[in-house]
C-alpha cells in the first residue's frame, strides 16, 4: 500500500488539474501593487438633454427628470486616446435597462485621468470631450427613439453597448447586449452598417440562420409569442457583448458573451471569431470556462496574438465582494471541449498600497470592491490600468449610502507580459 501512495498522489494532482478550477486557476496570488490611483466623482454630468425621467417608474416618463444633463457614468470599456495619457470610454446603456434609459444618450467619452502616484499627481479625472453615437443615415432596421428625427441620436432605449474595439480603418466596433449585435460606426459616432446579429454555432445549430438573441432583441419585441408558447430568446438579459478585443494586427475581432447560450453547459462563455475587413463572423475562438456559474465577466482585451485578458467577477460589492480577478488566457492553447487556458493574474480584492496613493486604502491594503468592473487595458508589460462601471447613481462599492464613482486604477505586475510591440504607446 505504501508504494501505491506516490502513484495516487500523483493521480490525484492530475485530477485536479483537470477540474475546471485546476493549474492553478483558484489559487491565490501575492498581493501587486497599486501604482496610480485617480477618481471621477459620481455626480458628473456633460452637456446634452435632461435625463432620468423614467428612473421611477421603467417605461413611463416623470414630468420632473432626475438629472439637468447626461450623467457620464457605466464606463464600460477603455480604450487608448488620441494624446498619450487620454483614453477613450465607453459608457453603457445608461441606467440599467431599456425601459428606465430612453433620455440617455450613447456616447464614448475622451478623459484625461492625473494619477496620483509615488512622485505626485492629484488623483483627478478630466472630461476632454464626447464622440455621440447616432444613425442619421438610417442603417437600423428596426424602430428606434428618435425614429423621425434627422440625426437620430442613439439612446439607451436602442442599445446597450458594453464594449467596443477600433478598426484598422479608424471605425469603431461596438458590443451591444440587446441584440446581441456587432454596432460599426465612423470615428465620428454614425452608424455605417446595419446591426450584425450574432449566429449561433452551437451544437446541431446552423449559423446560416440560427441565432443567439436577448428577450431585449427586437425582432423578438416586434413579433413576440403567441400566449402559451415558450418566450424564443436563447440568452438571458444582460448577458450579450461584455467583452470585446482586436488581435494586435486588427484583422481579428474577438467578442465575448457575459452569459451561457441556452443548451451550452453552465459557466461556459462563448468567445466568437470576427473578421472586420470581410466584416463576417468566422466561428468560435474557443470557450471560457466561468471559476463559478454565478460569475461573470467584465472585459477581454489583447495582450499579443495568442494572449488575452479577461476580467471575471462575482455580483457582490463592497465588504461582500469576494471575486474581482483578472485571468490570462490563451486563445491557442485550448482543451478537448474547447475550453481555452486560464490563469490567474491579477487578485482585486488583494492589492498593497504601501503609499497611501488611494483614501479608500486600510493599512496599506486596497481592494477593488465594485459590483461591476468592466474595463482592463495593458499600458505596458508591467502596468494594467482598469476602470470600474459605477452603474449610477448606485451605492455600496464604497459604503451602503455612498454614491460609487468611477476609480482609475494603476497596478504593477509581477511577472512582465508579453505584450506585443503593437500595442504599446
Not at 495516487?8 to 485546476?22: H, K, N, Q, T, V
Not at 457605466?74 to 434609459?101: E, H, M
Not at 474547447?338 to 481592494?367: H, I, M, Q, T, W
Request: proline content about 11%.
Amino acid at each position: 500500500m505504501r508504494n501505491l501512495l506516490p502513484l495516487l498522489a500523483l493521480l490525484a494532482f492530475l485530477g485536479y488539474l483537470a477540474s475546471p478550477r485546476g493549474a492553478g486557476q483558484g489559487e491565490a496570488t501575492p498581493a501587486l501593487e497599486l501604482v496610480g490611483w485617480a477618481l471621477l466623482p459620481a455626480d458628473t454630468f456633460a452637456p446634452g438633454p435632461p435625463s432620468g425621467a423614467y428612473r421611477e417608474t421603467p417605461g413611463f416618463r416623470s414630468p420632473s427628470p432626475a438629472f439637468a444633463g447626461q450623467p457620464v457614468q457605466g464606463f464600460s470599456a477603455i480604450q487608448r486616446g488620441p494624446v498619450a495619457g487620454t483614453y477613450w470610454v465607453l459608457s453603457d446603456n445608461g441606467f440599467g435597462s431599456k425601459a428606465n434609459s430612453p433620455d440617455y444618450l450613447l456616447r464614448l467619452y475622451l478623459v484625461r485621468p492625473e494619477p496620483k502616484t509615488a512622485q505626485g499627481g492629484e488623483g483627478g479625472v478630466e472630461v476632454l470631450r464626447h464622440v455621440q453615437l447616432r444613425d442619421p443615415l438610417r442603417k437600423v432596421p428596426f424602430p428606434i427613439l428618435n425614429e423621425g428625427t434627422r440625426e437620430r441620436l442613439l439612446t439607451g432605449y436602442d442599445f446597450d453597448p458594453e464594449s467596443f474595439v477600433i478598426g484598422p480603418d479608424g471605425s469603431l466596433w461596438v458590443g451591444d447586449e440587446f441584440g446581441p449585435y456587432l454596432l460599426r460606426f465612423g470615428p465620428d459616432g454614425v452608424l455605417l452598417d446595419p446591426p450584425y446579429p450574432t449566429p449561433d454555432f452551437g451544437q446541431g445549430k446552423d449559423p446560416a440562420k440560427d441565432q443567439v438573441r436577448a428577450p431585449q432583441n427586437p425582432a423578438l419585441l416586434l413579433n413576440p409569442p403567441a400566449p402559451g408558447q415558450a418566450y424564443p430568446a436563447n440568452l438571458a438579459t444582460s448577458r450579450g457583448f461584455e467583452g470585446m478585443a482586436i488581435n494586435p494586427g486588427k484583422t481579428r475581432i474577438y467578442p465575448m458573451l457575459e452569459g451561457a447560450v441556452a443548451g451550452d453547459p453552465p459557466g461556459t462563455l462563448r468567445i466568437y471569431e470576427f473578421d472586420p475587413a470581410a466584416r463576417r463572423y468566422l466561428g468560435l475562438a474557443g470557450l471560457y470556462r466561468l471559476e463559478d456559474p454565478a460569475h461573470a465577466i467584465g472585459d477581454i482585451v489583447a495582450v499579443n496574438e495568442e494572449e488575452y485578458l479577461v476580467i471575471e467577477r462575482d455580483s457582490r460589492q463592497g465588504d461582500e465582494a469576494r471575486f474581482k480577478r483578472v485571468y490570462l488566457v490563451n486563445l491557442k492553447r485550448k482543451d478537448a471541449q474547447g475550453f481555452v487556458s486560464k490563469e490567474l493574474l491579477v487578485d482585486l480584492l488583494n492589492l498593497r498600497d504601501p503609499r497611501g496613493l488611494s483614501p479608500f486604502s486600510r493599512g496599506g491594503a486596497y481592494r477593488f470592491p465594485y459590483f461591476t468592473i468592466e474595463a482592463v487595458l495593458p499600458l505596458d508589460g508591467e502596468t494594467l490600468l482598469l476602470v470600474n462601471d459605477n452603474n449610477y447613481p448606485a451605492t455600496g462599492g464604497r459604503g451602503a449610502g455612498v454614491k460609487d464613482p468611477n476609480e482609475f486604477i494603476w497596478i504593477r505586475l509581477a511577472k512582465p507580459l508579453r505584450l506585443d510591440p503593437l500595442l504599446r504607446p
